[in-house]
Nanobody, 122 residues
Framework: QVQLVESGGGLVQPGGSLRLSCAAS????????MGWYRQAPGKQRELVAD???????NSADSAKGRFTISRDNSKNTVYLQMNSLKPEDTAVYYC????????????????WGQGTQVTVSS
């Protein structure tokens, strides 16, 4: 099994910053990419940003210029630095890993963390 443990969420005022962390552990065979998604009440889950094992990043337009994703491959950990936060960033943020678990014979698949709440409010 692959486990993803998120941390760093919380309540912050508009214009503030938060740093999310997600550590992957368990029976990991290979990781293609790790990233962050978010889901606000009444909305679909959406990509915030992701990063491949080679360091290529991809981010939503809403995140560009404010959020930075980074990764420590040696620790199987991904980070999301969020600056200039806005009330519309309020959501549950989910860590995602796309890769293979176990002995590597299974297909690549998505693994998800349990989510961490980010609330931006004055």
């Amino acid at each position: 099994q692959v486990q993803l443990v998120e941390s760093g969420g919380g309540l912050v005022q508009p214009g503030g910053s938060l740093r999310l962390s997600c550590a992957a552990s368990g029976s990991i065979y290979s990781i293609d990419a790790m990233g962050w998604y978010r889901q606000a009440p009444g909305k679909q889950r959406e990509l915030v940003a992701d990063i491949t094992s080679g360091g290529t990043t991809n981010s939503a337009d809403s995140a560009k210029g404010r959020f930075t994703i980074s990764r420590d491959n040696s620790k199987n950990t991904v980070y999301l630095q969020m600056n200039s936060l806005k009330p519309e960033d309020t959501a549950v943020y989910y860590c995602n890993l796309f890769g293979r678990g176990g002995n590597g014979l299974a297909r690549r698949r998505n693994y998800w963390g349990q989510g961490t709440q980010v609330t931006v409010s004055s």
